[in-house]
Nanobody, 124 residues
Framework: VQLQASGGGLVQPGGSLRLSCAASGFTLDYYAITWFRQAPGKQREEVSSINSSDYTTYYADSVSGRFTISIDKAKNTVFLQMNRLKPEDTAVYYC??????????????????WGQGTQVTVSS
């Protein structure tokens, strides 16, 4: 049972990347799947979430309008399309899952499966 995050890299400001979070050993049904990120010296922050049951999404204000989260259940994978990247998007990005938490998003301490992280660097 694991999550495998991939797709990070070095990109110039204004560029795009697509991150993938592939689940194995379990199916992405009835979960909140969230991308978190952590920059050096900063606290981990929630970037974007998707409810795999009703496809509801959430975006942090800092990425709204630039990032898009989606799920492909046939591939058991969640994607994060990141456009118009900024230097402040530089961080290690992690995907994580939590059982659905009623009608609200689960608190961070309910995320019990984590991917290994993928580095995103936005720099000219």
């Amino acid at each position: 049972v694991q999550l495998q995050a991939s797709g990070g890299g070095l990109v110039q400001p204004g560029g795009s990347l697509r991150l993938s979070c592939a689940a194995s050993g379990f199916t992405l049904d009835y979960y909140a799947i969230t991308w978190f990120r952590q920059a050096p010296g900063k606290q981990r922050e929630e970037v974007s979430s998707i409810n795999s049951s009703d496809y509801t999404t959430y975006y942090a204000d800092s990425v709204s309008g630039r990032f898009t989260i989606s799920i492909d259940k046939a591939k058991n994978t969640v994607f994060l399309q990141m456009n118009r990247l900024k230097p402040e998007d530089t961080a290690v990005y992690y995907c994580a899952t939590a059982p659905l938490w009623g009608t609200t998003w689960p608190p961070e301490n309910k995320y019990n499966r984590w991917g290994q992280g993928t580095q995103v660097t936005v720099s000219s």
